[in-house]
């Protein structure tokens, strides 16, 4: 079992000020018990794709950078202030923008795709002379400074006397009650569950439903993965990519449809709305995500159409598209070649 | 101090249960005290807090600090046995004599049972007698 210690942060619910929060440990096991990540079609671990450093490229490339989305004004009941206006040199607009840009990177910092964790199953002691102490549990929780609360020291002593590691959900609750994270409630939320999420995605609020879930979650939790997953395919079905497009999920949704092979939607999006690089990122994605291959050709088109002919599910749909846009393309590059001439 | 457990002296810091919360609704800090202050009067460190009104998940939540903890009693400071009963269903101290005690009387024989007579007229007894 390897594990990487690796200093990850993500932005919390939009409500909030930006927290780091340190997704300390994520294994990468090969426990073929452990189904939980190939269950919902995922050919490989997520774990081990998410963090390298070409598909991390890929994910950003395709996110791109849309400020005015990014930096949107969002209805948090604050006192709006106006714009302020300012006169500056080149130095000082440069020094300005670079801040920007630290700024944009904590905004688009993607919350990473796990698999589910395991249950915790650790028992401590069994004192069986204990029974009858009490009719309650006793849950003890570990207060010293200096532990983050992945590691913290949860425990249980239950009334029939066994002494052992809190499980996921009491340990979540015990570390919030002691150690609170804005954003992020207690108890689940109502919002969560089956009835209400569905209600909230009908009425297009993807980016709030994953917003929430990322503040109210750890990004291993099965009810992350659930949410996520449920709201990622939602806005697949429907194709609404567009809303989702320059937020710091875009990239965590794009790895969940190639892992699920369930690109081709989105891939038929890019084609229509002629944004080729993206199409030609997906693509090189995918081979990345399949064997861990960079493909060879060099020219774009050539990349697309390797893939429409061959790897591709929805072919028909994807050829139609390809071949219309290929069409278009032949007649812009014509009246272009035209107006050249006619200048020269 | 050269006891495995702490004992308790007549004057010098104890590590004990301070009563807070308001009527029918104890809530406990783990403090670090000198033995003859009052509960109310100065206490030299917070190291923990117990709720003994079980929550909606049937839990009793115990907060302390153990670093801490360990500091005092290596400082010399010693445990009410309260405290040492908690520590003992920690984890952190071996079970307490007094919670073994306990257990066995309560399983020899159900808590008694306080029952409650209806005032006539006025108020209908409680459903569920706090035992």
């Given at each position: 079992?390897?594990?990487?210690?690796?200093?990850?942060?993500?932005?919390?619910?939009?409500?909030?000020?930006?927290?780091?929060?340190?997704?300390?440990?994520?294994?990468?096991?090969?426990?073929?018990?452990?189904?939980?990540?190939?269950?919902?079609?995922?050919?490989?671990?997520?774990?081990?794709?998410?963090?390298?450093?070409?598909?991390?490229?890929?994910?950003?490339?395709?996110?791109?950078?849309?400020?005015?989305?990014?930096?949107?004004?969002r209805k948090l009941g604050e006192?709006?202030?106006?714009?302020?206006?300012?006169?500056?040199?080149?130095?000082?607009?440069?020094?300005?923008?670079?801040?920007?840009?630290?700024?944009?990177?904590?905004?688009?910092?993607?919350?990473?795709?796990?698999?589910?964790?395991?249950?915790?199953?650790?028992?401590?002691?069994?004192?069986?002379?204990?029974?009858?102490?009490?009719?309650?549990?006793?849950?003890?929780?570990?207060?010293?400074?200096?532990?983050?609360?992945?590691?913290?020291?949860?425990?249980?002593?239950?009334?029939?006397?066994?002494?052992?590691?809190?499980?996921?959900?009491?340990?979540?609750?015990?570390?919030?009650?002691?150690?609170?994270?804005?954003?992020?409630?207690?108890?689940?939320?109502?919002?969560?569950?089956?009835?209400?999420?569905?209600?909230?995605?009908?009425?297009?609020?993807?980016?709030?439903?994953?917003?929430?879930?990322?503040?109210?979650?750890?990004?291993?939790?099965?009810?992350?993965?659930?949410?996520?997953?449920?709201?990622?395919?939602?806005?697949?079905?429907?194709?609404?990519?567009?809303?989702?497009?320059?937020?710091?999920?875009?990239?965590?949704?794009?790895?969940?449809?190639?892992?699920?092979?369930?690109?081709?939607?989105?891939?038929?999006?890019?084609?229509?709305?002629?944004?080729?690089?993206?199409?030609?990122?997906?693509?090189?994605?995918?081979?990345?995500?399949?064997?861990?291959?960079s493909p060879t050709e060099v020219?774009?088109?050539?990349?697309?159409?390797?893939?429409?002919?061959?790897?591709?599910?929805?072919?028909?749909?994807?050829?139609?598209?390809?071949?219309?846009?290929?069409?278009?393309?032949?007649?812009?590059?014509?009246?272009?070649?035209?107006q050249n001439n006619a200048s020269? | 101090?050269?006891?495995?457990?702490?004992?308790?002296?007549?004057?010098?810091?104890?590590?004990?249960?301070?009563?807070?919360?308001?009527?029918?609704?104890?809530?406990?800090?783990?403090?670090?005290?000198?033995?003859?202050?009052?509960?109310?009067?100065?206490?030299?460190?917070?190291?923990?807090?117990?709720?003994?009104?079980?929550?909606?998940?049937?839990?009793?939540?115990?907060?302390?600090?153990?670093?801490?903890?360990?500091?005092?009693?290596?400082?010399?400071?010693?445990?009410?046995?309260?405290?040492?009963?908690?520590?003992?269903?920690?984890?952190?101290?071996?079970?307490?004599?007094?919670?073994?005690?306990?257990?066995?009387?309560?399983?020899?024989?159900?808590?008694?049972?306080?029952?409650?007579?209806?005032?006539?007229?006025?108020?209908?007894?409680?459903?569920?007698?706090?035992?």
């Open positions: 079992m390897a594990t990487r210690a690796a200093m990850f942060t993500f932005s919390k619910f939009r409500y909030f000020p930006i927290l780091k929060h340190r997704v300390a440990k994520f294994s990468v096991s090969s426990n073929l018990l452990n189904a939980s990540a190939l269950e919902p079609g995922y050919s490989r671990d997520p774990g081990e794709v998410f963090f390298k450093e070409n598909v991390q490229t890929l994910l950003e490339r395709l996110t791109g950078r849309d400020c005015d989305k990014v930096f949107h004004n006192r709006l202030e106006p714009p302020k206006y300012e006169l500056l040199t080149q130095a000082e607009v440069d020094h300005v923008m670079a801040e920007m840009e630290v700024k944009l990177k904590r905004k688009l910092q993607m919350p990473p795709l796990l698999k589910e964790r395991d249950p915790i199953k650790k028992i401590y002691s069994f004192n069986p002379e204990l029974q009858g102490f009490d009719d309650s549990k006793y849950v003890f929780i570990n207060i010293s400074q200096g532990i983050t609360n992945r590691n913290r020291e949860v425990v249980v002593r239950d009334p029939n006397g066994v002494l052992r590691e809190a499980s996921w959900e009491e340990r979540q609750r015990m570390c919030q009650i002691y150690f609170p994270v804005p954003g992020r409630k207690i108890n689940v939320p109502k919002m969560f569950e089956e009835g209400n999420i569905q209600n909230c995605l009908d009425r297009d609020e993807f980016e709030f439903v994953l917003d929430r879930a990322c503040a109210q979650f750890d990004p291993d939790d099965p009810e992350y993965i659930s949410v996520t997953r449920k709201t990622y395919d939602f806005v697949d079905e429907n194709t609404k990519y567009t809303s989702l497009r320059p937020t710091r999920h875009f990239g965590p949704m794009v790895l969940h449809l190639v892992l699920s092979k369930k690109m081709d939607n989105l891939l038929f999006h890019f084609i229509n709305t002629k944004d080729i690089d993206a199409a030609a990122n997906l693509v090189r994605l995918f081979h990345t995500v399949a064997d861990d291959t020219d774009e088109f050539q990349l697309i159409e390797n893939y429409i002919q061959g790897p591709a599910l929805k072919k028909p749909a994807l050829e139609l598209a390809w071949q219309s846009f290929l069409e278009i393309e032949k007649q812009r590059r014509e009246v272009h070649s035209q020269n | 101090m050269a006891s495995a457990i702490p004992t308790f002296t007549k004057i010098g810091k104890v590590i004990r249960l301070n009563k807070h919360g308001c009527t029918n609704r104890p809530f406990y800090h783990i403090v670090v005290q000198k033995t003859r202050d009052n509960f109310d009067g100065p206490v030299i460190e917070q190291v923990g807090s117990y709720d003994a009104m079980p929550n909606s998940q049937n839990e009793k939540l115990v907060a302390v600090n153990f670093e801490r903890v360990q500091y005092w009693l290596a400082q010399g400071a010693g445990i009410s046995n309260p405290v040492a009963q908690l520590l003992g269903l920690s984890g952190f101290l071996p079970n307490h004599p007094q919670t073994l005690i306990q257990s066995w009387k309560n399983r020899r024989e159900p808590p008694r049972e306080r029952k409650l007579q209806p005032i006539k007229g006025i108020a209908p007894p409680l459903d569920n007698p706090k035992i």
